[in-house]
């Protein structure tokens, strides 16, 4: 059974550094392909940094630059770092993963290609 695990949410001031991990269980960080999406009330489920399997990342526009996406096999976790917080970063927070390869961007950060979620967590930005 694969579980995810998020961890380190919170609520910070804008210009703010939160950092997100995601454990996994039941499988490896290294044969999936791993993802961070995040969910505002009233909007749609939005991908925000993928980490395929070869270790290539992806990242929504709105995020590059300030966000970075890694993966530390030997402890089976992937990392969301969030600097310069925006309040528009404010949403659910979630880790998924699917398994293998997925190659091209548009599909890192599709959520549909994605088997296994974890449970979400928030982050709030204030201004």
């Known amino acids: 059974q694969v579980q995810l695990v998020e961890s380190g949410g919170g609520s910070v001031q804008a210009g703010g550094v939160l950092r997100l991990s995601c454990t996994v269980s039941?499988?490896?960080?290294?044969?999936?392909?791993m993802g961070w999406f995040r969910q505002a009330p009233g909007k749609e489920r939005e991908g925000v940094a993928g980490?395929?399997?070869?270790?290539?990342?992806s990242y929504v526009d709105s995020v590059k630059g300030r966000f970075k996406i890694s993966k530390d096999v030997a402890k089976n976790t992937v990392y969301l770092q969030m600097n310069r917080l925006k309040p528009e970063d404010t949403a659910l927070y979630y880790c998924?993963?699917?398994?293998?390869?997925?190659?091209?961007?548009?599909?890192?950060?599709?959520?549909?290609?994605?088997?296994?979620w974890g449970q979400g967590i928030q982050v709030t930005v204030s201004s």
């Open positions: 998924a993963a699917a398994p293998g390869q997925l190659l091209f961007s548009s599909l890192v950060l599709a959520a549909d290609q994605y088997h296994y």
């Open positions: 039941g499988a490896t960080v290294s044969d999936n392909c």
């Open positions: 980490i395929d399997t070869d270790g290539t990342t």
